[in-house]
T-cell receptor, first 115, second 113 residues
Framework: DGGITQSPKYLFRKEGQNVTLSCEQNLNHDAMYWYRQDPGQGLRLIYYSQIVNDFQKGDIAEGYSVSREKKESFPLTVTSAQKNPTAFYLC??????????????FGQGTRLTVV | DQQVKQNSPSLSVQEGRISILNCDYTNSMFDYFLWYKKYPAEGPTFLISISSIKDKNEDGRFTVFLNKSAKHLSLHIVPSQPGDSAVYFCAASVASGNTPLVFGKGTRLSVIA
């Protein structure tokens, strides 16, 4: 089955530590995205990548880093510089459908908690 | 500056009645709009979309209406079912391919049996 896999589902991190969230897709999509969800805040864009070896900052990129070495993979590192890392993180990918719009497919999310 | 706004954080509807979720946008470049449904601790799932060349798109119990002059869209669910209880996100993009979706803050729908 094609889809997006995020791992782990739950992640605990001590303050001051970096942590990497995994995102893999087998949909052959070119573009991948990381969003963060906080209560009452909706989905906010952290980083996105439209092609391998290239990525752009989203609205809330500070304290995060990404890489896109393979089409299938777009890992997100939450660094110690991120002030409020506890959140639900969602990875997505898109293909361009015939009408020209972009329908995003999402993974199941990773709940990161700083302890 | 919020480009996509869902001004109602929550909505409660009786089972069998119509649910109407609203969304406003400010960026006139947006020309493709989507609705997503999200359960707690899960990723959003795509529900229905509409491009700016249309003013209505229907899929079973779900209909999305677009009023470009008012920069407003709405999702109608009829009849509402208890399984429809979830958070609904409105999203918008410029349909040039692979551009990031911009999401609203969501509306929590509760369908009461």
């Amino acid at each position: 089955d094609g889809g997006i896999t995020q791992s782990p589902k739950y992640l605990f991190r001590k303050e001051g530590q970096n942590v990497t969230l995994s995102c893999e897709q087998n949909l052959n999509h070119d573009a991948m995205y990381w969003y963060r969800q906080d209560p009452g805040q909706g989905l906010r864009l952290i980083y996105y990548s439209q092609i391998v070896n290239d990525f752009q900052k989203g609205d809330i990129a500070e304290g995060y880093s990404v890489s896109r070495e393979k089409k299938e993979s777009f890992p997100l590192t939450v660094t110690s510089a991120q002030k409020n890392p506890t959140a639900f993180y969602l990875c997505a990918s898109t293909s361009t459908i015939r009408t020209g719009g972009t329908e995003a497919f999402f993974g199941q999310g990773t709940r990161l908690t700083v302890v | 500056d919020q480009q996509v706004k869902q001004n109602s954080p929550s909505l409660s509807v009786q089972e069998g009645r119509i649910s109407i979720l609203n969304c406003d946008y400010t960026n006139s470049m947006f020309d493709y709009f989507l609705w997503y449904k999200k359960y707690p601790a899960e990723g959003p799932t795509f529900l229905i979309s509409i491009s700016s060349i249309k003013d209505k798109n229907e899929d079973g119990r779900f209909t999305v209406f677009l009023n470009k002059s008012a920069k407003h869209l709405s999702l109608h669910i009829v009849p509402s079912q208890p399984g429809d209880s979830a958070v609904y996100f409105c999203a918008a993009s410029v349909a040039s391919g692979n551009t990031p979706l911009v999401f609203g803050k969501g509306t929590r729908l509760s369908v009461i049996a």
